[in-house]
């Protein structure tokens, strides 16, 4: 009977302990603030530097979330602890691409989205930076999938995070074409050499059309604008120097000075080659994942400044400094040229190119110029002519430069 009376005694107070055991597991919940600023009233499982995993009151004990770390804002543990997230600037961006999650919708799955069409569902376990562990069946062991694979996550809660692509060989966005956020319309700034070719490079003092030219510097800009499906509207305008360097040429003007009593103090100093062109015309651009080649038709004008030789010395006895100027006009211009360009950035291109430049560069007469400090200057020499109105100009350039995407429709 003391059994009976003692266990009658003590059952009121199993039963209200373990009534309050059981009210503290089902109030000890966490609560997760995100930073779209929607709570969620779970049960943390894990924690990671990539992603939380939790499990949603009511629902089966197997149907586990996650979210990524860049979409917490603060944790609220069921033991009064708080935990808050600070993200740095790498994460500031990739947050923005994160979908604010929607109340009414509920996923108990995670699903990859791959490249290739394919959707895998399952759990997302760890996010790496450029890995994946995914498991898709319970009991089985996970699966680590490259991001370069996944286009986007789908996490449970209808959280979304896009994929940007990776650098890496063999990536699909290296060979795909859709990707319209790639502007083609852009605004380049290069700088290269560029290399005469034929009679503008000659150096025979017996051809009347020899330019006498060395491999310059050539600074230019590019504008594409896309008009219709690849086509579009190309402008281009460059500076092109090209040294203007011939020993023998140089030497027959001091031997005519010579003949007619000159006498020289130096060499005689030559000037570069100066063109400035414009360029309009039309181009066609193709486009694969990152790489986009351009091939362009310029049609203009170039400016030039032809080379101005001078030298100092003596001429009847007068100190005197000699200048041979030889005037031009602006000349009719034609271009062909290759670009080839890739995106660093959706925004920021690297570009090198290939173009080569023809002209008919309208010469005139030579002026000879007199000049000195003696105010009784003796008149022009007369010893230097030139042959040729029409020089050709044939320039083959190469350059490397920055390109800047236009964000225009």
Same mark, same amino acid.
């Given at each position: 009977?003391?059994?009976? *009376? ?57 149907? *586990? ?66 890995? *994946? ?111 203007? +360097? ?47 080649? +351009? ?70 007469? %030579? ?13 022009? %020499?007369?010893?230097?002519? %030139?042959?040729? %109105? ?20």
């Amino acid at each position: 009977m003391p059994f009976q *009376i003692n266990s009658i005694v003590c059952t009121p107070f199993w039963v209200f302990g373990f009534w309050l055991i059981a009210l503290g597991q089902l109030k000890a919940q966490d609560l997760i603030v995100l930073r779209s600023g929607e709570q969620l009233n779970v049960q943390i499982l894990g924690i990671t530097k990539d992603a939380i995993a939790f499990r949603h009151p009511n629902v089966p004990a197997d149907s *586990i979330s996650a979210l990524p770390i860049v979409a917490l804002q603060q944790i609220q543990y069921a033991n009064g602890l708080e935990q808050h997230f600070f993200l740095p600037d790498e994460d500031q961006k990739k947050i923005r691409r994160i979908q604010n999650p929607s109340p009414t919708k509920e996923m108990l799955m995670d699903t990859l989205v791959l490249r290739d069409g394919y959707v895998e569902p399952g759990k997302v376990l760890l996010r790496r930076r450029f890995s *994946i562990d995914i498991a898709k069946q319970l009991g089985k062991m996970a699966e680590t999938i490259p991001l370069s694979k996944v286009h986007a996550i789908l996490y449970a809660g209808a959280i979304e995070e896009q994929i940007w692509p990776l650098y890496s060989a063999g990536n699909p966005f290296l060979l795909g074409q859709d990707y319209d956020y790639l502007p083609p319309h852009f605004l380049a700034l290069q700088s290269g050499i560029g290399l005469p070719v034929g009679a503008y490079a000659d150096t025979d003092n017996q051809n009347p059309n020899s330019g006498f030219a060395t491999a310059g510097i050539q600074l230019s800009f590019s504008v594409f604008f896309r008009l219709y499906n690849g086509w579009g509207l190309y402008l281009n305008g460059q500076r092109s120097s090209n040294p203007y +360097n011939n020993g023998g040429l140089r030497q027959k003007l001091s031997d005519l000075l010579e003949a007619i009593g000159f006498s020289a103090n130096g060499p005689v100093r030559q000037t570069d080659w100066i063109h400035h062109t414009l360029l309009i015309g039309p181009s066609y651009y193709l486009h694969r994942g990152r790489w986009m080649g +351009n091939l362009n038709l310029g049609f203009g004008c170039m400016f030039t400044e032809a080379p101005l030789n001078q030298i100092e010395g003596n001429l009847n006895g007068t100190p005197v400094q000699l200048l041979f100027i030889r005037e031009s006009k602006p000349s009719p211009t034609f271009s062909v040229g290759m670009d080839l360009r890739y995106f660093f950035h959706p925004s920021m291109q690297g570009m090198a190119s290939l173009q080569f430049t023809a002209a008919d560069i309208r010469l005139g007469s %030579t002026q000879e110029r007199v000049s000195g400090q003696s105010p009784s200057l003796p008149p022009a %020499t007369g010893v230097y002519t %030139t042959q040729n %109105t029409n020089a050709p100009l044939n320039l083959l350039s190469f350059q490397l430069g920055l390109l800047f995407a236009l964000p225009l429709p």
